[in-house]
């Protein structure tokens, strides 16, 4: 790609591009803004001709800005639109979105890591959730993060996001295992 092309990307950052469902792309940049509503299925649905297009919402890094940076999806994963921040939708489509977001947007809090285990390309994690045993897994080259507050965030393979709210107040045992990670 040349400098040109990546100046011109650049450039087009606060373009919103929305694919209809034939995968042909219309720019939105001087249309009408983006609306979003959740249909009778409860999914939420890019609205346009008919019922809407129904999408799914993913949050971008950084996670430390929840309400920034929320990437639509069609059924197939692939990206319809980006909304840079919840603010610029109007108060219906901003309501569907929260409703949507406190679905999506729940997140496991670790009490207590029993072990983790390595495998071939994954770790095997045993923790403690609300008092009660949980085993997820997580790729190898998925390391936790350390966000901004101190928080520890980790990804499973299933897009399942575990937090560790105060890691230094984990017992001697898991904070352990969890430093070996972090480093």
Not at 139 to 154: A, F, H, N, Q, Y
Request: glycine letters at 6%; hydrophobic letters at 35%.
């Amino acid at each position: 790609m040349s400098s040109l092309q990546c100046n011109r990307m650049t450039e087009r950052d606060k373009t919103m591009r929305v694919e209809s469902e034939s995968v042909q792309t219309r720019d939105v940049t001087n249309a009408e803004p983006i609306r979003l509503s959740r249909g009778e299925d409860r999914t939420l649905r890019v609205l346009g001709d008919g019922d809407g297009m129904p999408v799914n919402v993913r949050r971008c890094f950084p996670w430390e800005q929840p309400t920034k940076f929320l990437s639509l999806c069609d059924k197939d994963g692939n990206e319809v639109a980006l909304i840079e921040d919840l603010a610029d939708l109007d108060s219906d489509s901003r309501d569907a979105m929260e409703e949507q977001l406190s679905i999506v947007g729940f997140t496991l809090a670790v009490s207590r890591i029993a072990s983790i285990e390595k495998e071939i390309e994954i770790r095997n994690w045993s923790v403690e959730v609300d008092g009660i045993g949980r085993t997820f897994q997580t790729e190898l080259d998925e390391w936790p993060r350390r966000l901004s507050d101190g928080t520890v965030l980790i990804r499973d393979v299933a897009g399942d996001l575990y937090t560790i709210r105060c890691p230094e107040e984990l017992d001697e045992r898991s904070r352990h295992q969890l430093a070996s990670l972090l480093e």
